[in-house]
């Protein structure tokens, strides 16, 4: 190897490094379609949540402090374009934690969600992974492309695998909420269906309803309502919803309060979806307060990012406090609503209510369960 | 340790002479006759390389005529066994992704999947390269015949300076890999400004730069080591040092695609099948053991191999050294060997070895006893060994010799005394008495396999008579018989 060969060299290994082999590019979908008819589309056994007993996100000696990020996005029709653009560009995800310090030992999960009621594969749920075969998980998931007409789909089964069957060291070792992302355009369903109904609802799949029992495998005595799960589900993590333009329901209110209703003012309006990797990192560095926003989206301006504005615009109503106060004062930023911190802070001696030791997730009876039946939903 | 090759679960390959005696041969036959046998606990669960790094060259060829030179890859890679580059080994990212694209073109799937490197293990860039082209350039005729690609100054570099080497693991964390980088970019520009700027003279090297303040300790003592050997005359060119963003960049997206690993995968490895260890270079270029400075900055004997063995919990009772040696002995680049001779040049095909751009003439001699005993006695003892191109000894007739003793100022010399370990100056001593040796050469009286059998007390485990794997096979005979040869034949 002579002199001036390096930097093609450079190149050359960067992209291959990066080159996406047969076997880890987005060819599960592809394969699927091309071989099955639709009703035998099925998850990739990995990406599967049925009889799964929990997703974990494990420190090591390697990652001493593990931090649980976990991003599910909705594959369904009226995401459009979207999907296939989320899984090219959140392998960036990882890079992006890292390079900047937000984040040490991050650890990510990738999901997909559907619509139980007329899609074949309404969910599906990678591991958590602290390298490369997080991308490979991401390839993997299969991109349907069902749903109904009713602009509903069911993040809520989606938040219910989170709560219940994902474990993770950052909360239970440390009283450090993880992070979720639902990256979507429609309405939750409002209860998480105990199980499914014979009677086929809409949609053109004519499967019926499915519930918790079908797509996951649990026996719930009832049905849980969809508030309820949310907020079991914030107990954990930090959850935050991202509304993508290129959406079919981009900008709309209703869909917005929905999601305000359920997760206060983590609600994110993204106008560029290729700065969603941008979007998540730094609301994730925000959140640690490792970053302030103006710090930020100088990180991405340095970079060469063209991001910023449309992470700015997004952040905008998450920057609030200015974070860099808390983060210089040694505490932890919250740019979710006051109440949850302080149930973080109770919690951190108490292992926090009904979440204390680990309940085998599948016997783990609802008692969470308020009268909100007659409650008008949305 | 006391197992033959068929009852050990686990084989460590050391080559015996100075490299290039077939280890890639018998690590690619080890791995793909395990994979044929049914028992799956005797697969192969991984290839461990334990020294060395991307300037190996283990050259194999397929029964279907494919055949690729090994460098970080193991040699079990046709066989589809994984690889695991340990903390002992070098790791250059841009070289393995530069064979990974070959091995791809020769129908491997998806090589990148078989590779895993510790976190440890050291990498070498384009800045090592740099400067180790630099440094070559001014030695001028007093050239050591390094590879050129950096492998000396890496391990140089990570003595010197412990807490700014660049290692696999630093490529998880983009802060640190940029600081360490930009910290060998400083010193690359240092280094090389002083090689070419200044014309050196004398032993400028000495105490100057990465020696200075570790003289004395084992870094020192193998800097100063080196230095003595090399005196520098002309200066080179001075050549464009690497871009350190453009570095980030492709060392970030190794991070991402190879599985970066830790403590205890070689434990995991070992409850999973048989690990075969794939040495590089040959023990008789011992950093430690070798004629100095005629040596390599690696461990070569079965040391490495033994203590990641021993970290993993392994019965050293389930371990077998193989020592792998020619019928003749070989020699790329300087350095002492009495039994050369230049005329069994063109009798001893040669395809895979050429004169090496940066090493110089590939050298031919006689199978040396002296050097052998002295190779099996620093290794602290073999259980077997590989013996290869018996087809070529079968070609070469009885032009080729033995040399059962060297004769130095008068005396007659059988054995090379293993000196303390790390006493350079020991091994000083020996170089310059072997660049004095004359060999006693005589005539081969019994088969290859019998001859060495008795010479070095080492059972042969395998017999190889080509490059396929087809042409190795454990023998049938008993070869502590000292009967006449039983006219073998290679088997097809």
């Known amino acids: 190897m002579g002199s001036g060969r390096w930097s093609h060299d450079a190149y050359d290994a960067a992209a291959a490094y990066r080159a996406r082999t047969g076997r880890d590019a987005f060819d599960y979908d592809a394969g699927i379609r091309a071989s099955r008819r639709r009703q035998d589309w099925t998850a990739h056994p990995d990406l599967d949540p049925y009889g799964v007993d929990v997703r974990e996100s494990r420190d090591s000696a390697e990652h001493p402090e593990s931090l649980a990020v976990a991003v599910l996005f909705d594959v369904t029709g009226s995401m459009g374009y979207v999907p296939r653009r989320l899984q090219e560009k959140l392998p960036q995800l990882f890079d992006l934690l890292l390079d900047r310090g937000y984040v040490a030992h991050p650890q990510l999960l990738f999901g997909a969600i559907g619509d139980a009621t007329c899609d074949r594969v309404p969910l599906q749920i990678g591991q958590f992974e602290s390298d490369n075969r997080m991308d490979e998980q991401l390839g ?64 053109y799949d004519r499967g019926g309803r499915r ?22 589900l914030r107990e954990m993590y930090d959850t935050y919803y991202i509304l993508p333009s290129g959406t079919s329901y981009a900008g709309d209110r209703q ?94 001696d108490g292992r926090g209510g009904d979440r204390g030791g680990r309940v085998p997730v599948a016997r783990r009876s609802v008692t969470r369960r308020r009268d909100t039946r007659g409650a008008r939903w949305v | 340790m006391d197992r033959t090759l068929a009852e050990a679960r686990h084989v460590i390959v050391a080559d015996l002479g100075f490299g290039d005696a077939g280890k890639g041969t018998i690590v690619d036959w080890l791995t793909g006759r395990v994979a044929a046998t049914a028992r799956p606990a005797a697969r192969t669960a991984a290839v461990l390389r334990f020294n060395g790094g991307a300037q190996a060259a283990h050259t194999v060829v397929r029964a279907d005529g494919r055949s690729h030179t090994f460098a970080q890859f193991g040699a079990g890679t046709f066989a589809g066994v994984p690889t695991l580059l340990t903390r002992h080994a070098l790791v250059d990212p841009l070289a393995l992704a530069r064979e990974a694209a070959a091995l791809a073109a ?30 070559e350039a001014a030695r001028g005729g007093a050239a050591h015949g390094s590879c050129g690609i950096g492998i000396g100054e890496t391990v140089a570099y990570a003595l010197a300076h412990p807490d700014l080497a660049l290692r696999a693991g630093d490529t998880e964390s983009p802060a640190r890999l940029r600081r360490r980088l930009l910290a060998l970019h400083d010193w690359a520009t240092t280094t090389i400004h002083a090689l070419t700027a200044t014309p050196p003279q004398g032993e400028w090297l000495a105490g100057r730069d990465i020696a200075g303040p570790h003289a004395g300790s084992r870094g020192g003592e193998r800097l100063a080591g080196r230095q003595r050997a090399g005196l520098p005359a002309a200066a080179g060119g001075a050549e464009a040092l690497p871009d350190v963003e453009e570095l980030i960049r492709a060392y970030r997206a190794f991070a991402r695609r190879i599985r970066l690993t830790g403590d205890g ?228």
């Open chain 1, 140 to 203: 993997r998931i299969l991109l349907e492309g069902g749903g109904g007409g009713q602009k509903t789909e069911s993040y809520e089964l989606a938040a219910y695998f989170m709560a219940r069957h994902t474990s993770i060291d950052c909360w239970e070792k440390r009283g450090k909420r993880g992070y979720l992302f639902i990256i979507g355009d429609e309405l939750n369903y409002p209860r998480v269906y105990a199980r499914g109904a014979n009677a086929p609802v809409t949609g």
């Open chain 1, 211 to 232: 519930g918790v029992a079908e797509v996951i495998g649990d026996r719930l005595q009832d049905d849980i309502d969809t508030r309820d799960i949310y907020a079991e």
């Open chain 1, 255 to 348: 869909v917005l309060d929905h999601w305000r209703g359920l997760l206060g003012q983590n609600v994110i309006e993204l106008d560029d979806l290729d700065a969603v990797s941008e979007t998540i990192a730094l609301t994730v560095g925000i959140g640690e307060g490792t970053i302030g926003l103006d710090d930020g989206l100088a990180d991405l301006r340095q970079q060469g990012s063209t991001a910023g504005r449309s992470v700015e615009r997004a952040l905008a109503t998450l920057a609030h406090p200015a974070p860099r106060d808390r983060a210089a004062s040694g505490d932890r930023a919250a740019p979710h609503d006051r109440a949850a911190s302080g149930d973080r802070v109770a919690s951190r």
């Open chain 2, 106 to 135: 020769l129908g491997v799937p998806d090589p990148l999947d078989l590779i895993s490197v510790d976190r440890g293990a050291l990498i070498t860039t384009p800045l090592h390269a740099a400067v180790n082209r630099a440094r």
């Open chain 2, 265 to 492: 995968e070689v434990a995991r490895l070992a409850a999973a099948g048989r690990l075969v260890f794939e040495g590089a270079q040959g023990v008789l270029l011992d950093e430690w053991r070798g004629f100095d400075p005629h040596t390599t900055w690696s461990t070569t004997t079965f040391a490495n191999a033994l203590e990641l063995l021993a970290e993993a919990g392994v019965d050293a009772g389930d371990v077998c050294r193989l020592g792998v040696t020619r019928t003749y002995a070989t020699r790329h680049g300087a350095g002492p060997f009495p039994s050369e001779d230049p005329s069994l040049a063109p009798l001893l095909a040669e395809p895979h070895n050429g004169t090496g751009r940066w090493q110089g003439a590939f050298r031919v001699g006689h199978l040396d006893l002296v050097l052998l005993r002295y190779a099996v006695a620093v290794c602290g003892g073999a259980d077997a060994l590989a013996v290869t191109h018996l087809d070529t000894a079968a070609t070469a007739g009885d032009r080729l010799k033995v040399a059962t003793a060297w004769r130095a100022g008068g005396t007659r010399i059988t054995r090379l005394r293993p000196g303390p370990f790390t006493d350079l100056t020991h091994q000083r001593r020996l170089t310059d008495l072997a660049l004095a040796a004359t060999p006693e050469l005589v005539a081969p009286a019994r088969s290859w396999p019998a001859l060495l059998t008795d010479e070095l007390g080492v059972p042969v485990a395998v017999t190889s008579w080509g490059p396929r794997s087809g042409d190795k096979h454990p023998p049938t005979m008993d070869f502590s018989s000292t009967r006449e040869d039983r006219g073998r034949v290679p088997v097809p």
